[in-house]
């Protein structure tokens, strides 16, 4: 959200508030990434399609040449989207937690992202070498919330998914639909609803819960998976 905010903060021909316009941005994340999420277009058209309805709001002329929307995005959006990128200072911990078990698990990177993105993210903070594979769903055939997602992954593993667990933050998507493909969900409840900017949401006493990384060697010891 800082990222699009400093744009819409800089924009002289703004035709919104800038309120209004990072809230539009993100309907508009939302609307064209279920359509890339669908095989509806390309992760790239994706972002092309948001950029059409975005920048005349913003004020700016809306470029013919796809290479041009995809030079907006880069120059504008991504150089200060990448460099705002951060680790929460409990992965790495976490990860040499797991590694240094005696019968630690094989990891895996589920996520609806660009491949190419996801990699270049955990490479710059030293995390990549930790998963086996980061699996998306130009690779899978499926995405999240879809359990079809949960359940390839999983065979891409050569693992039963009884046998799999899903840890994420969103309590929908990475824990009850990971539960419907098979898998234990484990729910990391950092106190933010990473969807609306609120308060986390109310779960059922029985989902698995933790609220740090660091907690879950210690979850998994707990676990039939």
């Known amino acids: 959200m800082e990222t699009i905010g400093r744009i819409v903060q800089a924009a002289p021909n703004a035709t919104a508030p800038p309120e209004e316009l990072v809230a539009l941005w993100w309907t508009l994340e939302g609307r064209h990434m279920r359509e890339y999420l669908a095989g509806q277009c390309s992760f790239a058209e994706h972002r092309r399609r948001r950029l059409r309805s975005f920048l005349p709001v913003l004020g700016e002329p809306v470029p013919e040449s796809p290479g041009l929307l995809d030079a907006w995005f880069a120059d504008r959006y991504l150089t200060v989207f990448e460099r705002a990128w951060r680790s929460y200072p409990d992965v790495r911990p976490c990860l040499e937690t ?107 006493e029985t989902v698995l819960r933790i609220e740090r990384l660091t907690d879950l060697p210690g979850r998994l010891s707990r676990t039939n998976a």
Request: aromatic letters at 6%; hydrophobic letters at 45%.
């Open 98 to 204: 797991l590694k240094r078990l005696p019968r630690g698990p094989r990891l895996a990177v589920l996520t609806n992202g660009d491949p190419e993105q996801q990699r270049a993210k955990l490479a710059r903070f030293g995390l990549l070498e930790y998963f086996e594979a980061v699996l998306t769903p130009a690779g899978l055939g499926a995405a999240k919330p879809d359990p079809a997602a949960y359940a390839t992954a999983c065979r891409w593993m050569r693992t039963d998914p009884a046998q799999a667990v899903n840890v994420g933050d969103m309590l929908e998507s990475d824990v009850n639909a990971a539960a419907l493909a098979g898998l234990t969900g484990i729910w990391l409840d950092r106190g933010i609803d990473f969807v609306t900017g609120g308060p986390s949401p109310t779960a059922d």
